[in-house]
């Protein structure tokens, strides 16, 4: 913990509106949304354009495809549809989808809605298909991850999961005999006031949104297609949202508050016979069992690099002396963003970008706010001495579950560097990631560019050898290692 010295709120909200704007330039994002939450008020901060192409200025209602903090709302409609007496986390995904199957027959049959809300599946995780634009797409989809891989065995090695929350999404829909769309915007955006925010293109493009752009080189490229498959919804592939509806989100989540009546967007109708709306069920919901440790992770993915996290019901869970934040972020084709809420401090930080290089940014603008505001700095990592002969043990191919695409480790002038594939859309080849370690398994990326700080981590089997890494929050098994 550092001291800070009080500002006023005008004095911080110029001073973080100053910060933005450096880091725009740093980083060459066309477009950014941000807002810095506090107990004495919100503060917007609106840089850059829609896009590069026929661009137009952002605003605190321009749209922005927010990716996987849409997981965050799965899992809050899911709290939701417990608290209706409709659905039990700690029972068979089966009970509900009598039919579900997955590669691994054990997998399937204990498989329940709390794993793959916490992302313990051990399936392919990665599993982004075409499946079509119709109300069955999470359906279809389901039927591609029962033939997918399964990689680790449930509840093993812990490793990010997209696929699962396809499992959730479809629960939701035959709970409730609607398409996950439709029940999300009953049960959270409709109470919550969140009328900006949207899944489909026809319901986007009649307001203002951002397009996404992809770095590749030194070149900001705009992505086409504009999003990614309506079967990755539940997980975080379609819904778009604005800085005011996420700011909305993230008082709920903070302070447990639901707009007024009389502040809701389109409040006032003609027809003066209209009913009050029922009382949400948001209103009485216990918003703590959210962020409540469901296990550990390794390296956390939103906090100071080098340290360890935790997952709760959906969030990631950083834990200090004097202040508990809860995260999520996203990222789409051409489209990244941040998101976190302390709900002890009643502090906030929401950020979206149009740039593939959005969350380089984000993070920069976030490690000023909790030093800032909460008080918060990065503790020292110390090196920690791995010979060169312990080294050769995390040499090898690491593979990437569903691409024909593969990460290196090898030993060079006494250092591990990895080499990572470019995976943005349109770029070639690998990004060097050079490590320094802080533990006997775990090691920075130090000199990587905007990977730089990423942890990494070698998992070992019961023999004691490697058999996977995790880079970030992804697993990855070395090649010819069977993991399960």
């Not at 027959?105 to 498989?111: D, K, N, P, Q, R």
């Not at 998101?339 to 490690?367: E, I, Q």
Request: with cysteine; charged share 20%.
């Amino acid at each position: 913990m550092t001291a800070t010295t009080p500002r006023s709120s005008t004095e911080l909200a110029a001073a973080f509106e100053q910060e933005a704007k450096r880091l725009l330039e740093e980083y060459n994002i066309p477009g950014v949304t941000l807002g810095l939450l506090t107990p004495e008020g919100d503060h917007f901060v609106n840089l850059g354009v829609t896009r590069l192409e026929n661009p137009l200025p952002i605003t605190e209602d321009t749209i922005f495809q927010i990716g996987s903090t849409t997981k965050t709302i799965t899992s809050l409609t899911c709290s939701v549809l417990v608290a209706q007496g409709k659905l039990d986390l700690d029972v068979p995904v089966r009970t509900y989808l009598p039919d579900f199957k997955l590669m691994d027959e054990s997998v399937a049959a204990a498989l329940t809605v709390r794993d793959v809300l916490t992302h313990q599946g051990g399936f392919q995780g990665d599993l982004f298909e075409e499946t079509g634009d119709g109300d069955d797409a999470l359906a279809k989809v389901l039927d591609i991850l029962a033939v997918s891989p399964q990689v680790v065995p449930l509840r093993g090695h812990w490793s990010y999961n997209n696929a699962g929350f396809y499992v959730a999404g479809r629960v939701i829909e035959v709970l409730t005999g609607k398409p996950y769309e439709t029940v999300i915007t009953e049960l959270i955006f409709e109470p919550l006031g969140m009328d900006h925010s949207l899944f489909f293109p026809s319901q986007v493009m009649t307001y203002r949104f951002a397009t996404g752009h992809n770095k590749i080189d030194d070149e900001l490229v705009t992505q086409r297609p504009w999003m990614l498959p309506r079967s990755s919804a539940p997980a975080g592939g379609t819904l778009n949202s604005t800085l005011r509806d996420m700011t909305r989100y993230a008082h709920f989540m903070m302070s447990g508050t639901l707009p007024e009546p009389s502040a809701m967007p389109d409040s006032s109708s003609p027809d003066t016979d209209a009913q009050p709306a029922e009382p949400s069920w948001l209103e009485t919901l216990d918003r703590s069992q959210l962020w409540k440790p469901q296990r550990s992770i390794g390296f956390a993915l939103n906090a100071f690099p080098g340290e360890l996290g935790q997952i709760g019901q959906s969030w990631f869970i950083d834990q200090y002396d004097h202040a508990t934040i809860i995260s999520h972020g996203g990222t789409t084709h051409g489209h990244q963003s941040d998101f976190w809420v302390s709900p002890d401090r009643k502090v906030g930080f929401v950020a979206m970008t149009n740039a593939s290089n959005g969350h380089a940014y984000n993070r920069k603008l976030s490690t000023w706010i909790k030093r800032e505001l909460l008080g918060l700095s990065a503790s020292e990592q110390p090196a920690y001495s791995v010979s060169p002969d312990a080294m050769n043990d995390f040499e090898g191919n690491y593979l990437i579950i569903g691409k024909p695409l593969k990460i290196g480790s090898q030993v060079e002038g006494g250092r591990l560097l990895l080499s990572i594939p470019d995976t943005t859309p349109g770029a070639s080849g690998n990004k060097p990631a050079p490590l320094r370690f802080i533990g006997p398994d775990r090691a920075l990326v130090e000199g990587g560019g905007d990977l730089d700080g990423t942890g990494v981590e070698f998992l070992r089997a019961a023999d004691g050898k490697v058999d996977c890494m995790r880079f970030g929050v992804r697993l990855y098994p070395l090649e010819g290692k069977e993991t399960n």
